[in-house]
């Protein structure tokens, strides 16, 4: 079966089946919920990137995503007041556990490394821990796109 044929005939539903929804996670809330509740929630839940609003009827309201969130909250960081010019070093939990991988790891060490820790991205450091960039998800989805998609999903599925 070709890559493509796999596309044409796989149903959404089909990639919502266990186990890989536990990898992307559906965890709706109400609209009656807060700004801050859904913050928590996308910042507390392991692998949770996004949240869809529902009405008291489950009805899709919207859907808030990481993304979504970073940009309301920079367009809005007037509502912040004297907290939005903090020094980032008085923001030490922003400095805990940085996970990152050498540059000298293989991509699959570095694909592991990610979702085990249940993130989507890592920094990237040299011999000296000096940052030399990050490595993400998506980058080595670019990675399978390039022709190694079978290998790579294989992996994927193993770990």
Known sequence: VKQADVFDTLQVNDLMKHPISLRNPFHPIGEQYSLLH?????AREPNLHRLPVVDKDRHLINLI???KLVDFL???SHLLGSKANKPLHACKE???NTIRVSEDAT?????NIMV?????GIAVVNDKDEL???ISLRDLKCI???GHLRQFWRLYMTT
């Open 144 to 146: 399978a796109n390039a």
């Open 94 to 96: 922003l400095f805990k």
């Open 65 to 67: 995503t990481q993304s």
């Open 38 to 42: 859904a913050m928590e929630l996308l």
């Open 132 to 134: 030399v960039g990050n």
């Open 74 to 76: 920079a367009k809005n």
């Open 107 to 111: 991509t699959l060490e570095a694909f």
């Open 116 to 120: 085990a820790k249940g993130v989507s």
